[in-house]
């Protein structure tokens, strides 16, 4: 868009969110056991009453979007653009490594096992035998990280986004989500404008830091398994400063150039690693897994997404990951917007709430099947690894099991780093966007988000894990505030879908429909 309306870098909102970030920093240098327990107090008080409104949240968003999407709106075209900027692989890929990247690799290994070793509570009395309980562990995972977690990062969101700010020529920012409500007026010095991008902002950098750190310790530990090389502090941080380096290159070369390869080279390792151990591994049982757990999903859907029986569970596990994903959702969806002009309502929806969801489970289903596959016919040969060294070792495992072992651990290492570089390069890049209000950030703006990101991740891991685990929980506690923002969307992206169809002459608005009856009853 040529002319975009009150477009400004805001400098306030710029101060407030990298000073509130900076202030994390140094009180955990300060006391990290004092900011664990802030973090840990908060983190179980958002659990505690946010729990249920967000998996209705979550649940509410797929179900809207899906009834949209098979609509007779969702022929309408997003962006004022006939012709999507995008193709399909180089789109799907981009939205595909946005959330994948936080756990493809290591949460795909660890959670089925988990979830196997300790059965979900809501099973765990239907006495199951250890073939039995394959199928509700694989179907844990596909909740936690299929359609209501996608659903929540990219439809109804970025439908009110897209409205705001291609159609109405309103800046890129969190705080368009409100435009419905408040109109103009919260893009003119808004308190309420405000805050909504802070939190969005402190939300998305908390997720985005906290991988950052988990995946210098990761692949610190995958090389001292592999090589022997120290797994020292030493050898995480250069690790952190070599994925900053590929995602500053990445942010700085722009969405169409670096980013986009980026993503595209992920997928193509993805598919080739999936491939390849789908050929040489367990496949029939892979197969049959997928195809299982999918059914099984279906048929417990509601079932499992509003279970609220077990409290301690959910907040270890279905609550943490929605309130992580709500986390990220502004942004995200700002970058959706971003990458989807020219898509139609049902390309958007299906995209990211059924085609990415499917990739993903089928992902998990690979790289934790595998696990699970080796887990029963040798029981502790998986579990073992997990208990002592955690997901690190857990990957290290499954892959130690299967021919070529070593060459499939040295790429999955690889597609660690892509992964999370792509979720870096993606993330600050609508932190700039967001600053600035256009979707063409300034290149000084996107890099410097990346470099601030690494620095404090560096910084934190100086501290100790448990500096990088508090960081992560607070992105529970960040998402309260960016949960209440995403509740609008679920009745004004409806109202902007039908007023979009008569902007595009594709129904009758009211007043031509009663200006027709007139007609027909004189």
């Known amino acids: 868009m040529d002319t975009i309306k009150n477009l400004k870098t805001d400098w306030t909102t710029f101060a407030v969110s990298g000073g509130f970030l900076l202030l994390f920093v140094i009180f955990s240098l300060i006391d990290i056991n004092m900011v664990e327990g802030w973090v840990t107090d908060s983190f179980n008080w958002s659990v505690t009453f946010f729990g249920a ?3 209705l949240l979550l649940l509410g968003n797929f179900v809207i979007g899906i009834i949209l999407a098979f609509s007779k709106y969702g022929n ?11 193709g399909y692989f180089r789109w799907i890929s981009m939205i595909l490594c946005i959330l994948l990247a936080s756990g493809g690799v290591f949460w795909a290994a660890s959670e089925p096992i988990y979830h196997f070793v300790t059965t979900p509570p809501l099973f765990a009395n239907d006495g199951m035998t250890p073939q039995e309980a394959i199928i509700p562990a694989l ?29 109405k020529g309103y800046p890129l920012k969190p705080r368009a989500i409100l435009y419905p409500i408040f109109g103009e007026r919260i893009f003119n010095k808004s308190i309420i404008g405000s805050t909504a991008d802070i939190v969005s902002i402190i939300a998305v950098a908390a997720g985005t830091m906290g991988p950052i750190g988990f995946l210098g310790l990761q692949i610190g530990y995958g090389l001292h398994f592999l090589f022997d090389i120290p797994n020292t502090i030493a050898t995480n941080m250069i690790i952190v400063g070599a994925l900053i380096l590929i995602a500053a290159i990445s942010v700085a070369s722009g ?6 390869f980026l993503s595209r080279l992920n997928v193509v390792f993805v598919v080739l690693l999936a491939a390849i151990i789908l050929i040489i591994g367990p496949t029939m049982f892979l197969i049959d897994s997928f195809i299982g757990a999918q059914a099984f999903q279906l048929q417990h859907f509601f079932e499992m997404n509003l279970y609220r029986a077990d409290h301690a569970w959910l907040g270890y596990w279905t609550v943490f990951f929605w309130g992580w994903f ?32 499917l990739v993903s489970n089928f992902w998990f289903t690979v790289v934790g099947g595998t696990g699970l596959s080796h887990e029963l016919n040798n029981p502790g040969s998986i579990s073992g690894p997990l208990g002592d060294g955690g997901m690190p070792a857990t990957v290290m495992a499954v892959m130690d099991q299967l021919p070529m072992g070593l060459w499939l651990a040295i790429g999955f290492l690889l597609v660690s780093i892509v992964f999370v570089s792509t979720t870096v390069d993606s993330i600050s890049y609508t932190v700039a966007v967001t600053l600035q209000g256009t979707d063409h950030p300034q290149k000084w703006m996107r890099v410097f988000w990346v470099v601030l990101f690494g620095l404090l991740s560096v910084v934190l891991l100086s501290i100790g894990e448990g500096s990088i685990q508090a960081l992560q929980n607070f992105i529970v506690v960040t998402a309260v505030p960016v949960s209440i923002l995403l509740l609008p969307p679920l009745w004004s992206a409806p109202k902007i879908v039908k007023q979009m169809a008569i902007e595009q002459n594709l129904v009758p608005s009211i007043e031509s429909t009663k200006e027709a009856k007139v007609k027909v009853a004189k």
């Open 53 to 55: 409104y967000w998996q």
């Open 76 to 86: 309408l075209k997003l962006g004022k653009m006939e012709k999507p900027e995008n």
């Open 139 to 167: 179907t844990q995972s596909f909740v936690h990280w299929g359609f209501l977690a996608w659903a929540c990062l990219g439809t109804l969101t970025t439908i009110v986004l897209m409205y705001a700010h291609y159609h």
């Open 255 to 260: 969405v169409d150039k670096g980013i986009q």
């Open 326 to 357: 709500l986390g990220y959702a502004p942004m995200v969806a700002i970058f959706i917007s971003k990458i989807s002009r020219g898509r139609t309502i049902r390309e958007l929806i299906i995209a990211v709430s059924i085609i990415a969801p």
